[in-house]
């Protein structure tokens, strides 16, 4: 049992064991806090970037998906974000549920689910509920609404992920079932993560954004963090993991999903970009080793560091083949050449989807990549070495540099009515060296992306422990448990029996806010308690003894 103090601490482990969040969130299961929205839209908080590193700084302003494809008919459907100014054509929920419930992150911890795992392997029953855990909004969970107050929907595509203790298809965290994400070849990823975050939206709204016909397609995406002891690179890293469900009665054929990212590495007005093709990786780093503060921009000074983001897993194609990246753009501003500049319709963001410029003049080899009288085609920008002058870079182009706003894309594949599709991309920040040259940059092209593939290459496991979870939880308590209450969750009665009841000089009850709704004294070795009038929610039963408080919290639901 883990014991509580009653009922200093009870507010403390509500708001601790919050098993849902409103419409945005923050990560910070490790060195990495990001701001989240239920829309899909990352890492930006209103116009400012939030994917803070160690000192603070937001080396990224945003990021979004796109997505885009052809009907039967040949005509393009898709969905596409970039800012929260913009009006984005995903939006929270699920699709075909109507109201606000579901515009919501749900959030769980490394800590909990170890809690959660130790109580039920004790002794093949919980006894301590967490409402993160019984709350998750996994398909079959009997208990969530009675701790959200609204409805599970029977979907036959999933919901939140989770391991399937008895294999029974349904989320019974009662018996032993609890939050995990599985990834493609590897089912349940068995190190820990520290956090998740999981939400589901679709683009079944009217699309002021980008004009574009509704595809109807459903996301559901959890975005994890790990944290390991002694490595670096997972305790800078945040994964995103995507589950595309296509709603309509149609094909979506030559589809293509992209990855949008604006990126601000301290001063932006100073920054290149590169990528690594056969890595599935791309990065952004400054021209220099110096990168000073500039209007209103605080620099990260000598030495800067590096994000890359990756392709950790893409989709399947008709033949089951998983994908590349397929496609590196540059968005540039407005003061571009008309062919580079930002896309405006439909057509123009599928384009830029599939490697070319915003009125489908293809990528050239060099350069910025527009030459209109090169026939040498691409579809990825600046893939040579950084320190190698022979290469295709931004210092072997003569680029000028500056911000840099980054569209990866990868396809065609196409989604079938029903069909489901997974994506998951990472992004890492890489903290300047100690000594110029980029070293920071040499472990982009060795060390860092042997870690990452042996990571989730082996299912985020062996060889070599490459992730040893840093997750610390309480102790059991070494003395048997004072009581025992059951059923927990419970609806209309509750049973405790007292473990040397005659040394209780109380049995209480307290809310979620601290009030003491139930007091007993006189007890005996069992008592039943009817709670059939409780209001749904998390209470903490105490026992009182020698003048302390100890306790468990349970929760009452409704059927």
Excluded at 206 to 213: M, R
Excluded at 444 to 467: K, R, V, W
Aim: glycine share 10%.
């Amino acid at each position: 049992m883990k014991k509580t103090i009653c009922p200093a601490l009870l507010l403390f482990f509500v708001f601790s064991s919050n098993a849902q969040t409103p419409a945005n969130s923050v990560t910070g299961g490790n060195n990495i806090q990001a701001m989240i929205h239920a829309d899909g839209l990352l890492f930006q908080d209103h116009e400012n970037g939030r994917f803070n590193v160690p000192g603070g700084h937001s080396p990224i302003r945003a990021a979004g998906i796109w997505l885009g494809g052809m009907d039967p008919g040949g005509n393009l459907k898709g969905a596409f974000q970039m800012y929260r100014s913009a009006p984005n054509d995903f939006t929270p929920g699920i699709y075909g549920v109507e109201g606000d419930d579901w515009n919501r992150i749900w959030r769980v911890t490394g800590e909990d689910i170890l809690i959660h795992r130790r109580d039920f392997n004790k002794d093949r029953i919980i006894d301590d509920t967490l409402a993160s855990i019984f709350g998750w909004p996994a398909v079959g969970n009997v208990f969530f609404k009675g701790i959200h107050g609204f409805d599970l929907p029977e979907v036959p595509y999933g919901l939140a992920p989770f391991h399937d203790e008895d294999g029974n298809g349904k989320y019974d965290p009662d018996r032993g079932d609890y939050p995990a994400q599985p990834m493609r070849g590897c089912g349940d990823l068995p190190d820990m993560p520290a956090e998740m975050l999981w939400f589901s939206g679709h683009d079944d709204t009217p699309h002021d954004f980008s004009g574009s016909y509704k595809a109807r397609i459903g996301v559901q995406t959890n975005v994890v963090s790990y944290r390991c002891k002694g490595n670096d690179y997972l305790n800078n890293t945040v994964v995103v993991f995507y589950k595309l469900i296509n709603h309509s009665p149609e094909d979506l054929g030559d589809c293509h999903f992209g990855m949008f990212v604006d990126f601000e590495l301290g001063c932006p007005e100073d920054d290149y970009v590169a990528s690594i093709p056969e890595r599935n990786m791309f990065f952004v780093y400054n021209s220099d080793d110096q990168d000073e503060d500039c209007e209103g921009y605080r620099g990260f000074g000598e030495n800067p560091p590096a994000v890359a983001v990756r392709l950790v897993r893409g989709p399947l194609n008709k033949n089951r083949f998983e994908l590349p990246i397929t496609a590196l753009m540059q968005l540039h501003d407005s003061t571009a050449l008309p062919a580079m500049r930002p896309p405006e319709t439909d057509k123009e963001f599928y384009y830029y989807l599939t490697g070319n410029w915003k009125f489908q003049a293809p990528l050239t080899y060099g350069g910025n990549g527009f030459d209109p009288l090169s026939t040498e085609y691409t579809n990825i920008l600046f893939p040579g070495h950084v320190f190698d002058s022979s290469g295709w870079s931004e210092l072997t182009a003569g680029n000028v540099p500056g911000r840099r706003r980054m569209l990866a894309g990868t396809g065609p594949f196409i989604l079938q009515p029903g069909a489901v599709n997974e994506i998951a991309m990472s992004f890492t920040y890489l903290p300047g060296g100690t000594l110029p040259g980029k070293d920071n940059l040499w472990q982009l092209y060795s060390l860092f992306p042997d870690m990452m593939e042996a990571f989730f290459d082996n299912c985020f496991g062996p060889p070599g422990n490459i992730c040893d979870p840093d997750i610390e939880i309480p102790p059991l308590p070494p003395l048997p448990e004072e009581f025992i209450l059951s059923p927990n969750p419970a609806t209309e009665l509750v049973t405790v029996e007292f473990r040397n009841f005659e040394l209780v000089e109380a049995f209480e009850i307290y809310d979620a806010l601290g009030r003491l709704v139930f007091e007993k004294t006189n007890l005996k070795a069992e008592i039943q308690l009817d709670v059939s009038a409780f209001p749904k929610g998390t209470y903490f039963a105490c026992v009182k003894k020698n003048g302390k408080r100890e306790g468990k919290p349970f929760l009452v639901l409704r059927q």
